[in-house]
């Protein structure tokens, strides 16, 4: 792939925090709206949005290599209200441990989980606020930045909250396979779930990407890098068909046939979806063109 100012820890922080705040508000609806036959997918979406959202945090400071090696200057991190990335470090820092409770009220894990499942309707509705917070501010991160036409657009923010869901989805729907892989049949239910959201994501993507062929000759220069570039054959093949058409066509199957598709289809389909989800972060970090210089 080409070179970026941005690297895999940026792609890594992106996909991981998206994914597990998708995991968490996925988490949230099952137990508000179906909680007799989706407890195990909500325990699952909510066993993984805390570490998740952590292990992207964690790469996000690696990235940040002057602030690894002279930790005091995080301080700063913190105290300039007028930049966003000071917002995105209040916004991790309250949804981590929000999230961590919740997972522990859910599942009663120790004293902690059995005192905090007093309140959780009202961990849910904060959580939910700091996880969709969380899942949008992966795409304002980079639509600030002015120095990449591509990137700084309102639509942004857009396309990774439709995919931080269905990611999110995807992990939950994989961590309830493993909790319980009898639950694949009501797994089925959620199908619908993927349509709406991969739908989502395909418009948004599509408007993106046409928008960006009109907006500046910078971002024409990126997008036409995914449409006949040198990243084509990542975003067809992966982003494109085995991200979003293949999970889409699978799910269309599996919510018309109600859980005869094959338990291994179902999973496969939602690797596929986090594969997609990993990849569109990556070619849209690596298809970056700064403007031009006169």
């Known amino acids: 792939m080409p070179e970026s100012a941005w690297g895999w820890l940026i792609v ?8 597990g705040s998708g995991a968490f508000l996925a988490a949230v609806a099952c137990d508000l709206l179906a909680p007799d036959w989706s407890r195990t997918l909500a325990r699952a979406g909510s066993l993984a949005a805390g570490p998740l959202v952590t292990i992207g945090t964690v790469c996000l400071v690696l990235d940040l290599e002057a602030g690894l090696w002279q930790p005091w200057r995080q301080i700063y991190l913190v105290s300039n209200l007028s930049s966003m990335i000071t917002w995105g ?3 991790l820092s309250a949804f981590i441990p929000v999230a961590f409770l919740y997972a522990a009220a859910l599942n009663e894990i120790t004293f902690v989980g059995r005192f905090a499942k007093k309140y959780l309707l ?3 509705i904060v959580g939910s606020v700091l996880a969709a917070s969380t899942a949008a501010y992966t795409g304002v991160l980079i639509a600030v930045v002015n120095g990449v036409p591509f990137w700084n657009t309102p639509l942004m923010p857009v396309l990774f909250m439709a995919s931080a869901i269905s990611t999110g989805l995807a992990v939950a729907m994989i961590g309830a396979a493993i909790l319980d892989i009898n639950t694949i049949k009501t797994l089925s239910n959620f199908a619908l779930g993927h349509l709406i959201f991969l ?3 395909a418009v948004v993507l599509m ?13 024409a220069a990126s997008a036409d890098m995914l449409i ?3 990243l084509s054959p990542y975003f067809w093949v992966i982003v494109v068909v085995l991200g979003i058409v293949l999970p889409f066509l699978l799910s269309i199957v599996e919510y018309y046939k109600y859980g005869e598709l ?5 999973i496969g389909a939602d690797l596929c979806v986090l594969l997609g989800g990993m990849s569109l ?11 031009q210089v006169i």
């Open 122 to 124: 009202h961990l849910e």
């Open 281 to 291: 972060r990556a070619v849209i970090i690596f298809s970056a063109t700064p403007p």
């Open 207 to 219: 408007m993106f990407i046409f928008m960006s062929l009109t907006r500046s000759v910078e971002a």
């Open 228 to 230: 006949s570039g040198v």
């Open 199 to 201: 739908s989502v994501e």
């Open 89 to 91: 470090v209040i916004i």
């Open 12 to 19: 890594a922080y992106l996909f991981l925090a998206g994914a």
């Open 262 to 266: 094959h338990k291994y289809l179902v």
